[in-house]
């Protein structure tokens, strides 16, 4: 996709998640268009009908500051919206990335793992699970090297029964998806994606149309685990220097809380079957068996560090 289509089609989905009530225009008539007409937002810019038709329709190139400040006003958007718009109307030179498997450093690698009562893991720049700990994995395998966070989110049923306010989760992957894409529009790994879930998922397909974005991610996130029962858990997230976008992830509870107390047991759950996978010389460190003790769970989250299937 051009990257003048991009803005045009990014102006096109904020116009139309206007109301004219929203902006003080009066609603005369049947409207045959949901939220703004492209002339009404022209006004409300203090541009000329024909330029705006020409930036949605991605045949103005570039927009000075002053126009898109005065659109960014006009459409209600707030600063991040505002600075994602400024980066669709300048969008960097393509380069092309070279065809190689992301890695997590092994230094963080080996770091995390010397962890065993935080959960830890190190996120890709496409949203990809790149490195982690023992603990997170045990805390649900959607944080198991190799899945795709977004990915995860639409597509994986184990998901949807475990973690807590599901669709405020989805709502949150696709803006953050929208946010790191920025102006990147023509990167292969992430138009893969997109157009995977586009045709996977209709509430992504929704979601993924009103072109919201989120660059800060949440601070906090529900899960219900089947070993050791209810946790909410604040996440903390560190920037790489030396990689390209990568993220150190971090998770720990409120002090005193039962939260605290249930991640202490699947700790020491963890780290007992550690040892007994050690003095059993069977299991490495990669493939660590587990039977629930619980009716009705499964050994799925705690059956492997780092290849545990999504299957439920």
């Known amino acids: 996709m051009p990257s003048s289509t991009a803005l045009g089609e990014y102006l096109r989905a904020r116009?139309?998640?206007?109301?004219?009530?929203?902006?003080?225009?009066?609603?005369?008539?049947?409207?045959?268009?949901?939220?703004?007409?492209?002339?009404?937002?022209?006004?409300?810019?203090?541009?000329?009908?024909?330029?705006?038709?020409?930036?949605?329709?991605?045949?103005?190139?570039?927009?000075?500051?002053?126009?898109?400040?005065?659109?960014?006003?006009?459409l209600r958007l707030d600063a991040e919206a505002a600075a994602h718009l400024h980066a669709l109307s300048r969008p960097p030179p393509?380069?092309?990335r070279p065809e190689e498997t992301e890695r997590a450093?092994?230094?963080?690698?080996?770091?995390i793992a010397l962890w065993p009562n935080t959960p830890a893991y190190v996120q890709g720049r496409h949203l990809d699970v790149l490195a982690a700990n023992a603990l997170v994995t045990a805390l649900s395998p959607v944080f198991t090297p190799g899945v795709n966070l977004v990915r995860a989110?639409?597509?994986?049923?184990?998901?949807?029964?475990?973690?807590?306010?599901r669709e405020g989760l989805a709502y949150t992957a696709a803006a953050r998806l929208r946010?790191?894409?920025g102006p990147n529009v023509d990167d292969p790994r992430l138009v893969e994606l997109v157009g995977e879930l586009s045709v996977r998922s209709d509430e992504f397909r929704r979601l993924w149309a009103r072109h919201d974005i989120q660059v800060r991610a949440?601070?906090?996130?529900?899960?219900?685990?089947?070993?050791?029962?209810?946790?909410?858990?604040?996440l903390e997230r560190f920037a790489m220097i030396g990689t390209e976008a990568q993220v150190l992830v971090v998770q720990h509870p409120e002090p005193g809380s039962s939260s605290e107390r249930a991640l202490s047991l699947l700790a020491a759950i963890v780290a007992g079957e550690d040892r007994g996978n050690s003095q059993e010389g069977g299991a490495g460190p990669c493939e660590r068996r587990v039977t629930p003790s619980l009716p009705g769970t499964t050994g799925l989250w705690l059956s492997s560090r780092r290849g545990a299937t999504l299957a439920p």
């Open 153 to 165: 989110v639409f597509l994986d049923p184990e998901l949807r029964r475990s973690f807590r306010d």
């Open 15 to 74: 116009r139309e998640l206007v109301r004219p009530e929203d902006v003080d225009l009066p609603t005369v008539g049947r409207r045959r268009v949901p939220g703004l007409r492209r002339e009404e937002l022209a006004v409300l810019a203090g541009i000329s009908s024909d330029y705006y038709l020409r930036l949605e329709q991605g045949r103005d190139h570039r927009p000075s500051e002053q126009v898109i400040d005065a659109l960014a006003r006009a």
């Open 94 to 96: 393509s380069r092309p």
């Open 218 to 234: 949440p601070h906090s996130f529900g899960l219900n685990h089947p070993l050791v029962g209810p946790l909410e858990l604040t």
């Open 179 to 181: 946010a790191l894409m």
């Open 105 to 111: 450093p092994a230094s963080i690698e080996r770091l």
